[in-house]
């Protein structure tokens, strides 16, 4: 206490020294405010030292905390705070962890446009060969006490950068209500919500690709804002509604006032004993798309440009059913889950809008498309996951007007079957085995090999259900 | 037509606002903190755990049944240290809950209030998974719980104004037969002060410390990495040098690499209930060292 006071009195000393006579008086009380502050600066880091001081020496009693940092090793983190803290997602703020994911795809070559399914664009896989797939940069903390806030940005192996997700959410509303805004996956179904490193299979379901238009290693987004409320009950109930731009297809992204697609979804789950758990869905997305474009192979066999424009519906039901024994999913544990997809869309369809084959037409158009998945996963060892999937899709109803004189109709019903192995040699690290069999058109089936690993590098991140 | 469509959504709405109950609703991560809670808020609150003790409190998923009830919870209590990361986060952000998020009285860090261990120096994950705040198995120190039970108490008073004094009063009680099982237990476990051992996962370095235990390898190489052949039979190797009386898991391990080790070793393999629930004795706390202390000194009678 007394080096304190000894500083203090020295510190007092110096102005008087260096004070020139003829100094005005409000020099010296800038002098004085001086002093002061810096008198204060070198308490405040006194005190900070005496804290140390005492904090290492009750770290010393602990006789088993020899692995505990000694006093000059500066750790990464900082303080070893054993304050007050709350565990924040990790210790840096925000939370960074960047995925590593690549890819070695043996498939057969051609272009896999569905004939009758107007998506945007072919089926995948994109590319053959090695390649990488998408690193995506993941950053989230607390905004401030009222909001949370994500980042994920997708660095795409050929170079460009794309925003999957950025977006705020609520923390302070209460009552049960969440509201997000800025870009996100669009609530449709189950799969969607989740991002692409964390499916059970490499790819989206074709249901997804042709009905939703998603890529075959992406989401389904949307720039706008959504808003949901969990039930007060036992059994978790949850309601939800979000208004955006339509970025994505089934809607097309253009610039207008107002809103592009909206979205409703329910879901309920809840426990079933100790070893089962379930979440079901039920989901709607609605958009107004104009002039959205589709390619698709001509009864000449050329590939043309459609464009559509009218109302575009999408219901969706999903359930997930998870077992583990006692809960416990750690050794073994088991996964089933199945989504069913219906778009339902009418209005005008302008064929060969670009003049690519017989010149553009422009007719009445209306179908109804369905298609759906089931897949089963199963952890029969810790570092060990077997996964099987079918998908089919059905043209329930498609009238073409006048263009079914220029565009093939879908009478043919595609399916595919999966088949995974992955080993997980951590929690962080996954290597990937798929292979699929394909029947997308009437004549052609296919066989694709897949080989891809995803790590993830950085703060512990927390997955959704 | 029209009034019975509304009696109806004011039917299902009466339903789903559930009629505020008079006792608050605790939610804890891990069953030891749920027991704490009951002891100190008797029928004022009503607990509920995320997880039972035959489960690995890392390892469990953002389930919706735990959604829902971290909405409708009044006081959030968890380890902490990164041992539900990889799922409490999600159920915060989902709950709407505001009165559990952290900073608020409604959330609490056991961890926090504890001297802990094995705090890293590096953080590297070629370490395993390894919790930059330290170990977080802190409840296998019953010294530990005392600690934190200060902390509920008030927080618990906090809360519910109106029942402070009661809270208070009950925390009094417990501390009083707590310190005097704590002297019990310490006397009990006085023939078991420098034994050596092996433990699966590095799970009960502080109950390790508080009975003087020397813990001399563990069955997973790194934390978080299940035991495999190659590493079992290291630690056989490191077992001829330096030789343990017991191999020690908690009730969510997997028996089958203990049992393993115990076979080549020839020394008894023990399941200790690690928390409230693990075995059929460890009720509450208080059986729950009981019952700790017995298994260990039977298994230790029997090498």
């Known amino acids: 206490m007394y080096k304190r006071t000894f500083l203090a009195l020295g510190l007092a000393s110096l102005p008087g020294v260096v004070q020139p006579a003829t100094a005005g008086q409000s020099e010296l ?323 060969d809008a670009e003049g690519a084959s017989g010149g553009a037409n422009r007719s009445g158009y209306s179908s109804d498309q369905l298609g759906g998945y089931l897949q089963a996963v199963y952890q029969f060892q810790p570092r060990w996951r077997a996964g099987l999937r079918g998908e089919w899709l059905h043209s329930a109803h498609l009238d073409l007007g006048d263009n079914a004189e220029t565009l093939p109709d879908a009478d043919h019903d595609p399916s595919k079957y999966s088949v995974m192995l992955d080993y997980n040699p951590s929690e962080f690290s996954r290597f990937r085995w798929q292979f699929a069999y394909q029947e997308l058109t009437d004549n052609e089936s296919d066989q694709q090999v897949i080989l891809q690993y995803v790590h993830s590098l950085g703060s512990h991140g927390a997955h959704q259900f | 037509m029209k009034r019975s469509v509304v009696s109806l959504i004011a039917f299902a709405i009466a339903l789903l606002a559930e009629p505020a109950l008079a006792a608050m609703k605790v939610f804890a991560c891990e069953p030891e903190w749920a027991a704490l809670a009951e002891a100190l808020g008797g029928d004022r609150i009503e607990a509920y ?133 704590i002297a019990r237990w310490e006397k009990q476990a006085a023939p078991l002060k420098g034994i050596t051992v092996v433990a699966q996962h590095k799970y009960w370095v502080y109950l390790f410390q508080w009975l003087g235990l020397r813990e001399v390898a563990t069955l997973e190489s790194k934390p978080g990495i299940e035991p495999s052949v190659s590493h079992l039979e290291t630690v056989l190797t490191t077992l001829q040098k330096d030789p343990a009386k017991l191999i020690i898991r908690t009730a969510y391990n997997d028996a089958r690499p203990s049992e393993y080790l115990a076979e080549k070793a020839k020394i008894p393999a023990v399941m200790l209930p690690g928390t409230v629930g693990g075995t059929e004795q460890a009720r509450d706390l208080f059986s729950l060292f009981d019952d700790t202390i017995h298994r260990l000194l039977a298994a230790a009678a029997s090498s």
Not at chain 1, 322 to 333: C, E, F, L, Q, V
Request: charged residues 20%; aromatic residues 8%; proline residues 6%.
């Open chain 1, 29 to 351: 009380e800038q002098t004085r405010t001086e002093m002061r502050e810096m008198r204060q600066a070198y308490e405040t880091r006194i005190e900070a030292l005496e804290n140390r001081i005492e904090e290492l020496e009750a770290r010393q009693e602990t006789p088993a905390a020899e692995t505990a940092a000694p006093a000059e090793t500066p750790a990464p983190t900082a303080e070893p705070a054993q304050g007050t803290a709350p565990t924040a997602a990790n210790a840096f703020n925000p939370a960074i962890s960047q995925i590593l994911e690549g890819t070695y795809t043996h498939a057969p070559d051609g272009t896999r446009l569905l004939p009758g399914f107007f998506s945007a664009g072919e089926i995948g896989p994109e590319k053959r060969g090695f390649s990488l797939a998408e690193s995506e940069l993941a950053l989230s903390a607390s905004i401030d006490p009222y909001l949370y806030g994500t980042a994920a940005i997708a660095l795409e192996p050929g170079g460009e950068v794309a925003v999957e997700e950025a977006y705020f959410q609520t923390l302070g509303l209460g009552h049960g209500f969440t509201v997000k805004g800025g870009r996100f996956f669009t609530a449709i179904g189950y799969l969607n919500e989740i991002h692409q490193h964390a499916w059970d299979f490499f790819d989206a379901p074709i249901a997804y690709q042709a009905l939703l238009g998603t890529e075959a290693a992406g989401n389904h987004g949307e720039d706008g804002v959504q808003l949901r409320w969990v039930a007060p009950t036992d059994t978790f109930l949850e309601l939800g509604a979000e208004l955006g731009r339509g970025k994505d297809f089934t809607s097309n992204d253009r610039n207008k006032n107002g809103i592009g697609a909206a979205g409703l979804f329910a879901h309920v789950g809840g426990d079933i004993g100790a070893s089962h758990s379930y979440r079901a869905g039920l989901s709607w997305l609605g958009a107004w798309p104009k002039d959205r474009g589709s390619a698709a192979v001509d009864l000449d066999n050329v590939e043309v440009l459609n464009l559509f424009e009218g109302d575009s519906y999408v219901y969706a039901a999903d359930f997930v059913w998870k077992w583990a024994p006692n809960g416990d999913p750690s050794y073994r544990n088991f996964k089933l889950q199945g989504e069913l997809l219906w778009r339902d869309e009418h209005g005008m369809l302008t064929y």
């Open chain 2, 49 to 181: 755990t995320a997880t039972t003790a035959l489960q690995n409190p890392h390892r469990i998923q953002a389930r919706p049944s735990l959604i829902a009830k971290v909405r409708s919870a009044d006081l959030l209590i968890c380890t902490g240290a990164e041992l539900e990361v990889g799922w409490l986060p999600i159920l915060l952000r989902q709950s709407g809950n505001t009165g559990i998020q952290p900073y608020t009285p409604g959330y609490l860090e056991a961890a926090l209030l504890v001297p802990r261990l094995e705090m890293p120096t590096v953080l590297d994950r070629a370490a395993g998974d390894v919790h930059p705040q330290g170990n977080p198995h802190i409840q296998t120190d019953p010294r530990n719980i005392a600690r934190v039970a200060v902390a509920l108490a008030e927080r618990l008073a906090q809360l519910d104004p109106d029942h402070a004094a009661e809270y208070r009063a009950r925390h009094q009680d417990f501390s009083a037969r707590w310190q005097a099982a």
